[in-house]
């Protein structure tokens, strides 16, 4: 009920729970997260989105709508990182969430025994087994 009911509709008043970066496991994979799909507006669970959006927090900032916008089709990684940056002041300036703490992903094997192991894989958020289809032993 919690996150089938409760978080999407915003009936809560505070909330503690774990959640991912808000990417897609490809553009992890590819080192290229979007921070789009977890604070833009356009994303708020509503009734005539069918409370599908990812924006739990409810964070509505036109200025980081727009900057978010202007990260997502930045091609030059200089100046999208410098968007992120000033997106990340306005989280930090409008305080919608408060991480309390990240949970470190170690993962340890054998290279003499498994090879095909992505080291960025293992410390993704989706967790060590992510990839295992592409582990073979040696």
């Given amino acids: 009920e919690l ?3 409760r978080l999407p509709k915003g009936a809560f008043q505070v909330a503690l729970y774990t ?3 808000g990417v897609w496991p490809q553009a992890y994979y590819e080192g290229d997260p979007s921070v789009s799909s ?3 507006s ?12 990812g924006n739990f927090v409810r964070w509505r900032n036109q200025r980081a709508d727009a900057l978010m916008r202007k990260s997502d089709l930045e091609l030059d ?6 968007t992120i940056q000033a997106i990340g002041g306005l989280l930090a300036q409008d305080l919608p969430m408060l991480p309390l703490y990240s949970i470190p992903s170690l993962a340890a094997w054998r290279t003499a025994h498994l090879a095909g192991v992505d080291p960025i894989v293992v410390s993704s958020p989706y967790g060590f087994f992510f990839d295992a289809n592409r582990w073979y032993g040696v």
């Fill in 42 to 53: 356009y994303l708020i669970p509503t009734r005539p989105n069918s409370y599908s959006g």
């Fill in 77 to 82: 990684e200089t100046a999208r990182a410098a």
């Fill in 19 to 21: 959640g991912d970066p």
């Fill in 38 to 40: 977890m604070f833009t």
């Fill in 3 to 5: 996150f089938s009911e």
